[in-house]
């Protein structure tokens, strides 16, 4: 009797090792949004939005190394390493669907980069982000507000870095009288 509890203690105990093996499953729903005044209601979805995803580790997830250094980077869906220059292309990608713009990702493991693009006011925004539970969805939503100035960027949403494209954030050239620029 004795042996037959100690294999089944032994077995029990290796199933339960064996679960956190597996990979956690979860899909990622971003929520692109934009904001065209302040304090504007309601938010409408991010048109043509798209989100990339790179899986990374624990010391990348709290160093916040990895990112993208340009408009163009983001778009390309290119992040480097902010140290070594290192670069990563073609993460995990998705569009928007439906009618309230969300994008679907499904993730096998955590942390991720995250990278929201809204290309049609040349913004973007990056932030990790990690889960500690097996979740069936979690929603992540990132706000783009298109009235900021130039000298308003970067700005903070929630843990997102929400930027603007570089040729966005040059001032126009004033007119000349002769009216050159």
Not at 60 to 67: G, V, Y
């Amino acid at each position: 009797m004795k042996k037959r509890s100690a294999i089944f203690i032994v077995a029990a105990l290796v199933a339960l090792a064996g679960c956190t093996k597996y990979p956690v499953e979860c899909e990622l729903v971003v929520q692109p949004r934009v904001m065209v005044s302040e304090g504007s209601d309601p938010l409408t979805p991010a048109y043509m939005a798209r989100v990339y995803v790179w899986y990374i580790n624990k010391k990348e997830h709290l160093d916040h190394k990895w990112r993208p250094e340009s408009y163009t980077d983001a778009e390309a869906g290119v992040v480097r390493h902010r140290d070594t220059g290192e670069v990563w292309s073609f993460g995990l990608s998705g569009t928007q669907s439906g009618e309230k713009g969300y994008v679907h990702i499904p993730l096998t493991s955590s942390p991720v980069l995250l990278v929201a693009i809204d290309p049609v006011n040349k913004l973007y925004a990056w932030r990790t982000f990690e889960f500690r539970v097996p979740l069936e969805s979690v929603l992540v939503p990132v706000t783009f507000r298109t009235y900021y100035r130039p000298e308003q960027f970067p700005y903070r949403d929630g843990d997102w870095t929400v930027l603007r494209s570089e040729s966005e954030n040059t001032p126009q050239e004033e007119n000349s009288e002769d009216g050159e620029k």
